[in-house]
C-alpha cells in the first residue's frame, strides 16, 4: 500500500506526523517588525524569528461562518432535502449477489491484516520498493544497476529487529534525508493520520480488472464520519455531489477538508455489490486560520494596499484567503502583498489551490517529474482569477516546500514579484509505502519543477527584489515579464 504525505514541510520528513513540530514564524500582524506598510515599503524585509507555529493539520476559523455564505455544503446546518433527497438513507441498491459481497468483504478483512512474512521477504520487499520507485536527486553514484539485492541479503536475517535494521542502512546508503524506514507503529500512527476532518484516511485500492477505486483505510472511533456511518473498506463514490472517479486519495481528503462544524456531503459504497449511501457529515476540527490581513494606506493616503500573511497552507488557507481578498477588495485595495516569510508549507494540495486563485486559466502551477510516471505530471489552473492586482509575495530562507510553489508559480507566470531572501528549497515529493510486517518506507519519488523549468530542491528560488519596491516599479517589472511571455 502507499499513501501520499500529507506535509510538505522541510521538516516533515525527519519526526512522525502525529506528533505536533513548534517551528520559529514571525509575531502576528499587531507585533509585527514593521507597525504599517508605508514602513515596510522603506526596509528590509528581513525581520526577526520569534513564536512558534504548529504543523498540525487540523483546523478551525473564525471566518467560517463568512465562508459558509458561499457554498451550502460549508453551511452550519445540514443541507436540506431539498437539495439532495437521499441524504442518510440507503439509495437503491444493485443486484443482490451475498456470495460476492462476503467474499469481498472477506477480501477487505484480509487485506488489512500484515502477512506472514520472512525477515529476507520484509528486506527484499523494501529494496523492490526503493528499486522500482526511489529518484536520486544528489547527483550521487546510486543506480538501480548498481544496488545489488544480493548483497544484502548475504548473510541469514535471524530476527524481525535485524530486518528493521538491514533497511535502516539500506535506505540511509541513498544519501536521501527524506528516505526513512518507519516501524509498525510509527507506520500506524501515520496511517490513522486525519487530514480530513471528519475521521477517515483514504486509500487507492485496484481490483481485479486494474480500475482504482478509493476506500477507507482508518477509521477513528467516535469520529463524525464513524457516527454517520461510514465503515472501514467502505468505497467512496462522491463528495458533495461531485463524482471522485480517477482522483487520488489526496485530493479526495481536500475535498473533504473545511471549516468546524460544516457539513460534507460523502456518498459510500459498502462492499462489492453492496448498498450506496449518502451521508450528511458535520466536520470536527480545532485550530486557528493561517490568514491574517489589514489594509494598508500609502503615497499619503492615495493608494489603498492589502496586506496578507499566510502562516501555513492547511485546510482552511485557501478558503480563509478568498475571504480575505474579498473584503480588502471591498475596502479599495488596488495593490496586494501576500507574506509568505517563514512559511515552511503545509498541505501542497493546499497551496497548489491558493496559487490557482492568482493565475488565468491554462497557466502552468507546478510540473512533478519521477520515474514513476504517476510522478510525471504538469497541473494547470482551470479558472479564471480572483484578482489581477499587482501582487509582490515576501519570501525567505524559510520559505518552504507549498510556499514555494506559490511563489514560482506567481512569478513564473507574471502575476507577482518576489521580495526578500532566497527560499529554502525543498522541492521533493515523498510517498509512504507498506510493508507486509506492519512496518513501512518513505521514499522520495519525484520533484517539483516550476512554470519556467526550475529545479526547486536544494537551490531554492531567487528573489527579483532584496528590499521591497515602489509600486510603479513593480507594474513595470510584471508589464516586462508578460511582453516576454508573448513574444
Not at 29 to 48: A, E, H
Not at 412 to 434: F, H, M
Request: hydrophobic share 35%.
Amino acid at each position: 500500500m502507499r499513501l501520499l504525505l500529507p506535509l510538505s514541510s522541510p521538516l516533515s520528513a525527519t519526526s512522525s506526523p502525529a506528533t505536533p513540530q513548534f517551528l520559529p514564524e514571525h509575531p502576528p500582524p499587531s507585533q509585527f517588525d514593521f507597525p504599517n506598510l508605508s514602513r515596510i515599503l522603506k526596509k528590509s524585509v528581513i525581520g526577526t524569528l520569534t513564536g512558534a507555529l504548529s504543523l498540525t493539520l487540523v483546523f478551525s476559523s473564525p471566518l467560517s461562518s463568512v465562508a459558509a455564505a458561499a457554498d451550502p455544503y460549508l453551511s452550519l446546518s445540514p443541507p436540506s432535502s431539498s437539495q439532495d433527497s437521499s441524504l442518510n438513507h440507503f439509495d437503491s441498491a444493485p443486484e443482490d449477489c451475498p456470495n460476492e459481497e462476503e467474499a469481498d468483504t472477506k477480501m477487505q478483512d484480509d487485506d488489512f491484516k500484515p502477512q506472514l512474512v520472512t525477515n529476507e521477504g520484509i528486506v527484499e520487499e523494501a529494496w523492490d520498493i526503493v528499486n522500482g520507485a526511489f529518484l536520486n536527486t544528489r547527483n550521487n553514484n546510486w543506480s538501480p544497476e548498481a544496488w545489488q539485492k544480493d548483497d544484502i541479503l548475504a548473510s541469514p536475517i535471524k530476527s524481525r529487529s535485524k530486518a528493521h535494521e538491514v533497511i535502516k542502512k539500506m535506505l540511509a546508503s541513498l544519501g536521501d534525508q527524506y528516505t526513512r524506514f518507519l516501524s509498525p507503529d510509527e507506520f500506524s500512527r501515520m496511517s490513522k493520520y486525519d487530514i480530513t476532518g471528519i475521521g477517515i484516511n483514504l486509500r487507492e485500492v485496484s481490483d481485479s480488472d486494474g480500475n482504482v477505486k478509493l476506500k477507507v483505510l482508518g477509521l477513528v472511533l467516535d469520529s463524525p464520519a464513524d457516527i454517520a456511518g461510514v465503515k472501514q473498506g467502505d468505497e467512496i463514490i462522491a463528495v458533495n455531489g461531485m463524482d471522485v472517479s480517477g482522483k487520488s486519495s489526496f485530493e479526495v481528503s481536500s475535498l473533504l477538508q473545511g471549516p468546524n462544524k460544516t457539513f460534507v456531503v460523502l456518498k459510500v459504497k459498502h462492499g462489492k455489490c453492496g448498498p450506496v449511501k449518502s451521508l450528511k457529515i458535520q466536520r470536527q476540527v480545532n485550530a486557528p486560520t493561517p490568514v491574517s490581513y489589514r489594509l494598508e494606506k500609502v503615497d499619503n493616503g492615495k493608494v489603498s494596499v492589502g496586506y496578507i500573511r499566510l502562516k501555513e497552507f492547511n485546510a482552511l488557507a485557501r478558503k480563509d484567503l478568498v475571504i480575505a481578498m474579498k473584503r480588502l477588495q471591498d475596502k479599495g485595495a488596488s495593490y496586494f502583498v501576500m507574506d509568505l516569510r517563514d512559511n515552511l508549507g503545509g498541505l501542497v494540495q493546499a497551496g497548489i489551490e491558493t496559487a490557482k486563485l492568482f493565475l488565468d486559466e491554462g497557466d502552468t502551477v507546478i510540473s512533478t517529474a519521477g520515474r514513476d510516471p504517476e510522478a510525471q505530471k504538469t497541473v494547470i489552473a482551470d479558472k479564471k482569477p480572483l484578482v489581477t492586482a499587482p501582487l509582490i509575495v515576501m519570501v525567505n530562507n524559510r520559505t518552504a516546500s507549498a510556499s514555494e510553489i506559490v511563489a514560482s508559480a506567481l512569478h513564473d507566470n507574471c502575476k507577482a514579484v518576489l521580495v526578500g531572501e532566497r527560499t529554502y528549497g525543498k522541492g521533493l515529493i515523498q510517498s509512504v509505502y507498506e510493508l507486509r510486517d506492519g512496518s513501512g518506507v518513505v521514499v522520495t519519488i519525484g520533484k517539483y519543477v516550476t512554470p519556467n523549468h526550475m529545479d526547486i530542491n536544494g537551490g531554492g528560488i531567487e528573489p527579483d527584489f532584496r528590499n521591497l519596491p515602489g509600486w510603479d516599479e513593480v507594474k513595470e517589472r510584471l508589464s516586462k515579464c508578460n511582453n516576454l511571455q508573448r513574444s
